[in-house]
């Protein structure tokens, strides 16, 4: 038997090792007539390799390494659903490196590994897109458990305007019994916050007055159901009155 240490030292790199992409553009005959690779068990090895893992022939014992990995995967499919995402890259990970481990001692495995880590590869990605429960926020409370899944819609006022803006407009939601609007600075400091149980509400003429041209303004509205869960909250929406360019 071949002492590993020897071994090791006659397939360890060298500064005049070729890359696998050096080697994969030498012909046969150029591989024979070079000064190197002619000569170094290392650069040998990795163009068998290589020139195997281009050719159409499969190898023994291939098939029956990737029937072993597949069975593996559908073995353990069953209980990935109940598994966060990150769970989930955890145990692929332990799971190639095992199988890694398992199949790298099957004896004549080592002419196989570029197919069957692309298998590996291909198991993995299939083993993190696997059919899951969607993650869904839940707002916590003394009432029923309602999830938010939608967004409310604005209407107006939106971006720059002409003129103050008298009153705040958005799209139903349906379920929503009221809707909770809440008006603030871009430091968000709270100007107004206001309840009703219509799309639009009128802007009172106090908070009007609040409005200074050029001072921008940022408001959002959440929709409730009766127990005062929110249901629905739209994205903050920016609005300023800009200068009148016609004077």
Avoid at 8 to 14: N, Q, R
Avoid at 75 to 99: D, H, V
Wanted: with cysteine; charged share 20%.
């Amino acid at each position: 038997m071949v002492d590993r240490d020897i071994l090791k030292s006659e397939l360890a790199p060298t500064p005049q090792c070729l890359s696998i992409d050096e080697l994969g553009k030498l012909s046969a005959e150029q591989a024979g007539a070079h000064r190197h690779v002619s000569v170094c068990a290392r650069c040998q090895t990795e163009l068998a390799l290589l020139r195997e893992f281009e050719s159409d022939k499969p190898m023994p014992g291939e098939g029956a390494a990737v029937a072993w990995m597949s069975a593996q995967l559908e073995r353990r499919l069953g209980g990935i659903k109940n598994t966060t995402a990150e769970t989930n890259r955890s145990r692929a990970a332990s799971i190639q490196s095992s199988w890694l481990a398992r199949l790298f001692a099957i004896p004549g495995f080592r002419i196989a590994a570029p197919i069957a880590a692309a298998a590996i590869v291909a198991a993995a990605l299939l083993w993190l897109r696997s059919p899951r429960e969607p993650e869904l926020q839940a707002n916590l409370g003394s009432g029923p458990t309602v999830y938010r899944s939608t967004e409310v819609q604005t209407i107006a006022p939106i971006g720059n305007l002409q003129k103050t803006p008298d009153a705040m407009q958005w799209k139903a939601v349906e379920r929503a019994a009221s809707y909770k609007i809440l008006l603030s600075e871009v430091d968000q400091t709270e100007v107004w916050t206001a309840q009703t149980s219509d799309t639009s509400l009128t802007i009172p003429r106090a908070v009007v007055a609040k409005m200074k041209v050029g001072k921008p303004f940022l408001w959002k509205v959440s929709a409730l159901d009766t127990n005062g869960q929110v249901l629905a909250t739209s994205q903050p929406q920016r609005f300023v009155i800009v200068p009148d360019q016609t004077r």
